[in-house]
């Protein structure tokens, strides 16, 4: 019989799930593939599917090695694991701080990227635009010498929760792909870029900057 106690809560991490000994399936095997995709990659899920499973267990690995993936399939062929080579992860959950508008919800990926900056002591330069946090993102990507994973979670929140406003829609849109825009210009200077949602909203539209990204949800391997 199974011991309900051990099964993971809705909103449980990764290592949270691991130090708490809680029932994980092992399916490592996919991270180590999505670990090595090349460019930027894009998987679409339903609510509740795990998708914020999988971004924490990707920045574990990432920023920390196999440290909390003893026992697991990942731990004996994580070529890095070896060398001792972690990452700089920059994780961003679109649904996890609440904004009202555009300039609000940029002014909050801005705050998430200075405590980054200031970790790093990375000099900012000066931004005349709109907005600033793609601007500060350039800055940290470009004269840190650590090297870098991107990890983006419910990339598609601000969209979904505008709907039924045309106008607000419209505004998150267009930030959406400058932001994007930002990403592909500093592609090649990113360990791995990886981000989730639960819609696609046409790669015209929102991902029309980030033209290079790689849908995995149309891959029969990943869907």
């Known amino acids: 019989m199974v011991d ?5 809560k809705a909103k449980s991490g990764f290592e949270e799930l691991r130090l708490s000994n809680q029932i994980y399936v092992d399916h490592t095997d ?5 670990a090595y995709l090349e ?4 998987l679409s899920r339903p609510r509740r599917f795990g998708k914020s499973l999988l971004i924490s267990t990707l920045e574990s690995l990432f920023s920390n ?3 909390f993936f003893k026992g697991l399939k990942i731990e004996k062929f994580w070529e890095e694991r070896e060398k001792g080579k972690t990452y700089k992860v920059i994780h961003l959950d679109f649904s996890s ?7 609000d919800f940029d002014a909050k990926i801005y705050d998430i990227l200075d405590k980054i900056a200031n970790n790093l002591n990375i000099t900012r330069t000066n931004s005349s ?13 470009s004269s840190s010498p650590s090297e870098f994973v991107l990890l983006i979670d419910e990339y598609d929140y601000p969209l979904t929760h505008s709907l039924d406003d045309e106008k607000l829609f419209n505004e998150y849109r267009v930030f959406l792909q400058g932001f994007f825009g930002t990403i592909k210009s500093l592609t090649g200077k990113m360990r791995s870029i990886f981000i989730t ?4 909203f046409a790669k015209t539209s929102v991902f029309s900057q980030l033209n290079n990204l790689r849908d995995l949800g149309l891959e029969a391997k990943f869907a």
Not at 30 to 34: A, P, R
Not at 97 to 103: K, W
Not at 197 to 200: A, D, F, I, T
């Open 129 to 141: 635009g709109t907005y600033k946090s793609d601007s500060l993102l350039t800055d940290i990507i």
């Open 30 to 34: 996919l991270i180590y593939e999505f």
């Open 97 to 103: 701080f609440a904004y009202t508008s555009p300039i």
């Open 65 to 67: 090695g196999t440290k």
């Open 39 to 42: 460019g930027p990659n894009f």
């Open 197 to 200: 949602g639960v819609g696609r």
């Open 4 to 8: 309900i106690t051990k099964l993971p």
